[in-house]
């Protein structure tokens, strides 16, 4: 003979009551994502935006004061260049050269003559020719 397992008979719900709802178990409600992590990267690429805003701005602060300075100094440059020019003009004068000549000592040709090559002549003024 088989015996087979007696199991015993479950017990029917009872009809719920029209007054009060029926209960039942509810599991736990699944973990929410933490935010902290998104709000963390959105800091750090906010002021990571900001220090670069800053530094940019920084260096175009400093590249301007260089600007400023280069464009001062050319200026002087310019004023310096033409200060020597306005000097060697003067001193390229006929009348300057003249006096400078004779301060060392130079003397002016009596006699000037010009050798003509091409001709073979000599030209110029000679003193002891008579006219």
Known sequence: MSAAPVRA???????????????????????????????LLCVTILVGAMLGALMLNTAMAATAYDLN?????????????????????????????????TDLGMERAEDV??????????LGHDPDEQE
């Open 9 to 39: 008979p479950r017990p029917r719900p009872a009809a719920p009551s029209r007054g009060r709802p029926r209960l039942r178990i509810v599991s736990t409600p699944a973990a929410g994502r933490s935010r902290v992590g998104f709000i």
């Open 69 to 101: 300075d280069q464009r001062i100094r050319l200026a002087q440059l310019s004023e310096t260049e033409q200060s020597l020019a306005q000097q060697v003009h003067h001193l390229q004068s006929p009348v300057v050269l003249e006096q400078k000549a």
């Open 113 to 122: 003559r010009y050798i003509m090559l091409s001709q073979e002549q000599i």
